[in-house]
Nanobody
Framework: QVQLVESGGGLVQAGGSLRLSCAASGSIFSINDMGWYRQAPGKQRELVAAITNGGRTNYADSVKGRFTISRDNSKNTVYLQMNSLKPEDTAVYYC?????????????WGQGTQVTVSS
């Protein structure tokens, strides 16, 4: 089993910054893609940013130029640096990891962390 523990959410004023972290632990041989998703009230969960184990990144258009995803493979941790936050960034943010263990690949999700941006 694998656990993903997120941290770093909170309340911030528009224009401010937050840094989210997500650490994976448990039965892990390697972690393939890692990503951050968010879900606002009444909306579907959406991809915010993703990163391969080689460091290639992908961002939603709405966050390009403001958010940066990175990872530390030695710590099985993914980060999301969020700058120039807007009220529309308010959501619960979830991390996801595509984990390999023996011949199995499984997606795991974190419990979510609330990000609230006030205007």
């Amino acid at each position: 089993q694998v656990q993903l523990v997120e941290s770093g959410g909170g309340l911030v004023q528009a224009g401010g910054s937050l840094r989210l972290s997500c650490a994976a632990s448990g039965s892990i041989f390697s972690i393939n893609d890692m990503g951050w998703y968010r879900q606002a009230p009444g909306k579907q969960r959406e991809l915010v940013a993703a990163i391969t184990n080689g460091g290639r990144t992908n961002y939603a258009d709405s966050v390009k130029g403001r958010f940066t995803i990175s990872r530390d493979n030695s710590k099985n941790t993914v980060y999301l640096q969020m700058n120039s936050l807007k009220p529309e960034d308010t959501a619960v943010y979830y991390c996801k990891a595509d984990v390999s263990y023996w011949s199995r690949r499984t997606d795991y999700w974190g419990q979510g962390t609330q990000v609230t941006v006030s205007s």
